[in-house]
C-alpha cells in the first residue's frame, strides 16, 4: 500500500478536495499506475453536478495515460516502465457477449470489478470509491491487465489519453456501432471532444458529406479542421438546413450531447432508412418520445454505443497506429494542458466554445 495525491468528489457542486489517499497493492491481475494525464470528460462533469448519481466520497477522472509502476503476480504482458492507455470497459473474454465482439456488454463486469480489499482509501480507513473502477484524478491507481494499452513511445501520454474515451467513444460509434458505409452521409449532433472524433471517424470512413452541428461557432469552425465539409448552427432548424445542403437527409446521424431533445433531432435528420445512433450520456431521469411513424413508414432505426461498441484493446492499437501515420488527429483536440491543481479551472473553461479537449498532467 502506497499513499499518494487525489482530486476527490466529497459533494456535488462543490470542489474536488485534494487530499492524501491510501492507494492498495495491485490484486494477481492487476497493475498500478503512475498516472501522467488525463482528459476532462462532460461524463465527469454529470457526476460531479449530481446529474448523474455516485456514491460518495469519490475519485472521478477516467481518460487516462500513465506508466505502469508496479504488477500482480499474474500479470504477463505488461511490466513496470510501460506507457500505456486505458481500455475502460474491462471485459472477462469469457461470456457470450465478450466472445461475440461486444466486450462493452460483458456480462460478467460486476463480478470482475470486485475486489477483496478497497482501492482507496483515506488514511483515517474510510472507503473512496472510483469512477467506473479507475479513478484517474490520482497520481496513481489500480487497473486490471485487460484494461490497459501499451503505446509507442511516439505517442505523447497528454495525446494517448484520449485514445482511452474520447476518441474510441467517438471514432469507435461509427465504425462498431454504426458501421458507416463508404460514400454515406453523416450528421454529427454535439462537436465538443466526442463530436470531433465521431467526425474524425466519418472522415476515415469515407463518409462523402459530413455536417457538423452545434450551437457554438468556434467549435464548427474547428469541426472543419476534423473532417466536416458542412456545419449548420443548432438554433436553426437542422432538419431543413440538411435538406436544403444534401437535397435530403442523411444516412447515419450521431448525438454527441446527451439530450432528449438533440435525440430527437438526430431522427428527424434521417432519410427513410438511415440509422440514427446516441453516443452522448443522458442525465439519470431522461425519456425520449419520438413519432413511432419514424420507424414504420420510413423504416428509421435508433440505436446506442457505448465505449465505442467494439473490442477496446483492439480498436485503441489501432487507433494508436493511425495517429503514428497522421490520419487521426490528436494534437489538435488538445486545447490546453493544465496542472492537476486546476482540474476545477479545466472543468469550467470547457464550457467555452473554443475547447475541445483539456488535459489535466498529474506529474506537475
Known sequence: MITTEAAVLTAVNEPLE????LVDDPEPHEVRLAVSNV???HSDLHY???????????????EVAGVVESVG??????RPGDRVVGALTPSCGMCRNCQV???????????IRQRPRPAFQLLDGRVVHRLG???AFSRHTLMRENSLVKVADEVGLHVGCLLSCCIITGVGAVFRGAEVRPGATVAVIGCGGVGSAIIQGARLAGASAIVAVDLDDARLAAARVYGATHVVNGAADVAAEI???????????????????TAATALEVLRPTGTACLVGIAPDGTDLTLPAWNFFFSEKRLIGSYMGSGQAQEDIAQFARLYQQGRLLLDEMVSDVIGFRDIDKGFEAMKSGE???IVADLTV
Open 101 to 111: 465482439g461486444h466486450s462493452t456488454q460483458c456480462q460478467r463486469v460486476t463480478r
Open 39 to 41: 482528459g476532462l470528460c
Open 243 to 261: 435538406q436544403n445542403l444534401l437535397g435530403d437527409g442523411v444516412d447515419y446521424s450521431f448525438e454527441a450531447v446527451g439530450s432528449a431533445r
Open 18 to 21: 485534494f487530499t492524501e489517499i
Open 73 to 78: 503476480s499474474a500479470v504477463t504482458t505488461l
Open 355 to 357: 475547447v475541445t479537449r
Open 48 to 62: 460531479m453536478t449530481g446529474t448523474v448519481s455516485a456514491d460518495l466520497p469519490v475519485v472521478v477522472g477516467h
Open 133 to 135: 473502477d479507475v479513478g
